[in-house]
């Protein structure tokens, strides 16, 4: 069976500063990951995906996401955090093996604080 | 382009009263999803659509649940009876799909449902 882990509750944050997201996953086969971001009272949004290819994957709003195989982990990251970035983030994972639903992790707020 | 449509909004209705959602997709998407988000968790899966039929409904509480998507466009979500466990955002989702797994998925704003 697959799953998503995302240890982190909350990640706090100033403005202008680094921000990691962390996922990690597991797949019986080879992953494709994505990142999705939920603002209140909204659906899922599509940040990005990790199809195959470079680790490093750039994504909408300046995010981007670093896929690590042997540690398998595809953690979210900003260089600089805007306000406007908090909001809760859900990491996804799909085995490319055969048919496989999407399946979340539990989210991670992000507070990007001004 | 038009998203994902999801209605009503909200819902608050008694235990053991029925419920339905309605939800219209991305024009063009064959792949229509209902996910169940309970506050605090991330999304499952409910029922998956490809076009008219259903991909995977394993966990799906047939029981009380059901849903159907007619003419392979919109579909309706329904809860009949509803128990309080079934307080959660219902998220309508699609997918351009046809047997691409990597495409990524368009969600709706979700419709959240009160069990009283």
């Known amino acids: 069976a697959q799953s998503v882990a995302q240890p982190e509750d909350q990640v706090n944050v100033a403005e202008g500063n680094p921000l990691t997201v962390k996922c990690t996953y597991s797949?019986?086969?080879?992953?494709?990951l994505f990142w999705y971001v939920q603002y209140p009272n909204r659906g899922l949004q599509f940040l990005l995906k990790?199809?195959?290819?470079?680790?490093l994957v750039k994504g909408s709003y300046g995010f981007e996401a670093e896929f690590n195989k042997s540690q398998t982990s595809f953690h979210l990251k900003k260089p600089s955090a805007l306000v406007s970035d908090s909001a809760l983030y859900f990491c996804?994972?799909?085995?490319?093996?055969?048919?496989?639903?999407?399946?979340f992790g539990k989210g991670t707020m992000l507070l990007v604080s001004p | 382009e038009a998203g994902v449509a999801q209605s009503p909004r909200y819902k608050i209705i008694e235990k053991r009263q029925s419920v339905a959602f309605w939800c219209n997709p991305i024009s063009g998407h064959a792949t229509l999803y209902w996910y169940q988000q309970i506050l605090g968790q991330g999304p499952k899966l409910l029922i998956q659509f490809q076009n008219n039929g259903v991909v995977d409904d394993s966990q799906l509480p047939k029981d009380r649940f059901s849903a159907e998507r007619l003419k392979g466009v919109d579909s309706t979500l329904k809860i009949q009876p509803a128990k309080l466990e079934d307080s959660a955002v219902y998220l309508c989702a699609s997918s351009l799909e046809g047997g691409n797994l990597y495409n990524e998925q368009f969600f709706g704003p979700g419709t959240r449902l009160t069990v009283l």
């Open positions: 996804a994972v799909r085995d490319m093996a055969g048919y496989s639903t999407l399946t």
């Open positions: 797949v019986s086969g080879n992953p494709y």
């Open positions: 990790y199809i195959t290819g470079d680790n």
